[in-house]
Each structure stands twice: as C-alpha cells, then as structure tokens.
C-alpha cells in the first residue's frame, strides 16, 4: 500500500523539478535587407553568373528550359539557404507535370549537398508555382583537400526544369530568389584557415558595340621597367627593315623549314661520308 501511495506522489515531484520543455520554434522566413536594390537579371552559365549578395531579393523573368545561374560569396562559421519561387503560366496550354532543381556549387564547382529543403520538387499541370530551397552545410575555414567540405569563396546557384513535357519548352515563368545567411561566429570552429578563398579567376570578355575595334593589350614591363616587346628608335640599324614581311608566318612555319634544312644538309652529310671511292680500272 505504501509503495501504491508513493508513486503519484513521486510522479507529481518529478513533474515539478523538471523544466517545461520548450515549445518548437515555428520556422522563419528569410526577408530581403532593407534597402537592397531587387537583381533583375541572371547568367546562363557559370562564367556569366549574376553575382548577388545575401539578403538580395531576385525577381527575374524566365522561359521554361532556360539555365538561370547566380553567384554569392561565403565566409567561415556561415550558413547559407536559398529560397526559390518560380510563378508558372495559368494559361498557355501547360500539357503535363514538371520537375524543378536547383543546385549549388563551390568556387570549385563541386556540386554542394543540401542539408534541407526542397531540392527537387514536383509541379502538377494545374499548379501556379513552385516553391524551392537549399540550406548548405556550415562553411568551414579549412577542409582536406579530398573532402568536399564547403569552403569560404564563391557559390554558384544553378535553377533548370529537368523533367517537364516537350511542348512546355519556353512558356514564360517568373523567378523569385533570395539567399538567406546566418553567421555562427560564436561557435569556436577547426584550428586551420584556408590560404585563400575559393574565387575562379572568372574574367569574361566585353561585349563590342557595332563597328568597334578591340583594344590592344597593354604590354608588361620587363624586368628594366621598360614594357616587354617595345624596342626604341635607336635599338639598331635594320629596325623596321623587315616589317611585315613575314607576318603571315608563325614560329611552326620558321620551325619546319629550320628543320627541313638541316635535314637535307644532314642528308648530304652523311651521303659524302658514306659513300665509296670509285675504283679506278688498271690497265
């Protein structure tokens, strides 16, 4: 009877010692930084990249099947998650349902793991939108260089359609995008720092206006501080004698012929130092 007794009593001790367990945060929705200005544009592969920063709203206008390809940079102790809504056509004659991805690569282009979100959903024929997401794994100030670790530098995100009917190739679409951080700078992380962040060295040629000439590159100066390959009125004699004579000829035209005359000068060579002295007949 004792032992009966005791145990409400001892369920209602407990229930008072304990702390109430606290109730589930609800999840947040990333917002965009006061007073960003709105990316309305994006690349079409990762050399054209629109770059972005964290808290920068994107609103681009698309067509189904296009490579739409942003660039963000990264430090250490971030974590990082890309929201995507893509706004389908209710009209224009969708004819079946659709698959969206979007993914993430390093200044290396290794493809990056999602840790939440969804990567790669569906969209049904009568759906208006579609909704996306990445959350990336927090980036470390140093990896092995097997691993495929995310490290500071930049990351690319890439948004296709990879799954969708034939006939719904280049119906208009509307993309919204934007990329959330959150800075884990009071967690004490590896004792290591990467030497330098992962930054391709990315520089894409300008775009020529009609009628326009490229400009000539501006040559290095040499080791005196003179720039390499100018040479001045009084460097010697014949300068300009020769001038342009020979440019229709490249280093592999002057090399073969080099080569072919010391080929026939080693051929006669070798024929008068083989050859054998004609015997003079006796008489």
Not at 12 to 39: K, N, R, W, Y
Not at 121 to 141: F, M, N
Request: glycine share 12%; net charge neutral.
């Amino acid at each position: 009877m004792l032992r009966r007794a005791a145990l409400p009593l001892l369920a209602v001790t407990a229930g008072l010692l304990l702390p109430a367990a606290p109730a589930a945060a609800a999840p947040t929705t990333p917002t965009p930084s006061p007073g960003a200005v709105t990316v309305t544009k994006a690349g079409t592969s990762f050399l054209t990249a629109t770059g972005i920063s964290a808290g920068q709203p994107v609103k681009v206008a698309a067509s189904t099947g296009d490579y739409l390809y942003w660039s963000f940079p990264a430090s250490a102790g971030e974590t990082n998650s890309i929201t995507v809504t893509v706004t389908l056509p209710t009209t224009g004659g969708r004819h079946g349902a659709a698959t969206w991805t979007v993914d993430v690569f390093d200044g290396l282009r290794r493809r990056q793991a999602c840790t939440a979100g969804a990567q790669t959903p569906s969209v049904g024929k009568d759906d208006p939108r579609v909704a996306l997401g990445c959350t990336l794994r927090t980036v470390r100030p140093w990896a092995e260089p097997w691993s495929g670790d995310p490290l500071p530098g930049t990351y690319y995100v890439r948004l296709s359609a990879t799954d969708l009917p034939e006939q719904d190739l280049g119906l208009p679409v509307q993309v919204e995008l934007l990329v959330s951080t959150v800075d884990d700078g009071g967690t004490a992380l590896e004792d290591g720092r990467l030497k330098a962040p992962l930054v391709p060295a990315v520089e894409p040629g300008a775009v020529l206006a009609d009628g326009a000439t490229p400009q000539s590159a501006t040559p290095r100066p040499d080791a005196s501080g003179q720039a390499g390959g100018a040479t001045g009125a009084d460097d010697g004699w014949f300068d300009g004698w020769f001038d342009g004579w020979f440019d229709g000829f490249s280093s592999r035209w002057i090399w073969t012929t080099a080569g072919g005359i010391l080929a026939a000068v080693a051929g006669v060579v070798g024929f008068g130092l083989t050859r054998r002295p004609r015997r003079v007949a006796s008489r």
